[in-house]
């Protein structure tokens, strides 16, 4: 008969990644890792708390993360309690970011916890802002596009804008 382990999440959104810290039961001697991508993502130690912290990128394909083109991010995360077999009390939770833009400014994200898991899948969702930004037609210089004839050289500049603002 195996233990029947409880698994806390909390979610950190950044700007180009998202990071699950996983409360695990101790002693851990098992692994974290990204569904489908075992051997390139993974977290094996947790510290002195019992949490591990897998960080996934957004973009790429080396973890899977899927960008579903809205602002937000999802991924699967398996919470594996032995070093090689995979067993029936072993989670696989999906993971989100979602960087729809918020009214309040906020820096550095927001925090999102969710307690013990019952079923497969749970979906845990950190909220971050989504950053400002101004497009701007410029030439090969730097300098605003007035006019232009055909052939003249030009390029698209995105800026974000300060985060005082």
């Known amino acids: 008969?195996?233990?029947?382990?409880?698994?806390?999440?909390?979610?950190?959104?950044?700007?180009?990644?998202?990071?699950?810290?996983?409360?695990?039961?101790?002693?851990?001697?098992?692994?974290?890792?990204?569904?489908?991508?075992?051997?390139?993502?993974?977290?094996?130690?947790a510290g002195d708390k019992g949490e591990i912290a897998i960080t996934l990128p957004l973009h790429g394909r080396i973890c899977g993360t899927k960008n579903w083109g809205n602002g937000t991010?999802?991924?699967n995360?398996?919470?594996?309690?032995?070093?090689?077999?995979?067993?029936?009390?072993d989670r696989r939770i999906e993971v989100a970011c979602d960087y729809e833009e918020v009214k309040r400014r906020v820096r550095g994200g927001k925090k999102v916890e969710e307690g013990e898991f019952q079923s497969l899948p749970q979906v845990v969702t950190g909220l971050a802002p989504?950053?400002?930004?101004?497009?701007?037609?410029?030439?090969?210089s730097g300098k605003d596009v007035n006019g232009v004839e055909l052939g003249d050289l030009l390029f698209l500049q995105v800026e974000m804008l300060d985060e005082s603002r």
């Open 130 to 140: 989504t950053p400002t930004v101004q497009l701007r037609v410029v030439t090969e």
């Open 77 to 89: 995360v398996v919470v594996q309690h032995h070093p090689v077999v995979l067993r029936n009390t």
């Open 1 to 45: 008969m195996h233990k029947n382990y409880e698994t806390k999440v909390q979610m950190q959104c950044d700007s180009t990644s998202m990071t699950a810290i996983l409360r695990v039961s101790t002693p851990f001697r098992g692994r974290v890792y990204a569904l489908g991508h075992p051997n390139e993502c993974y977290a094996v130690t």
């Open 73 to 75: 991010f999802t991924n």
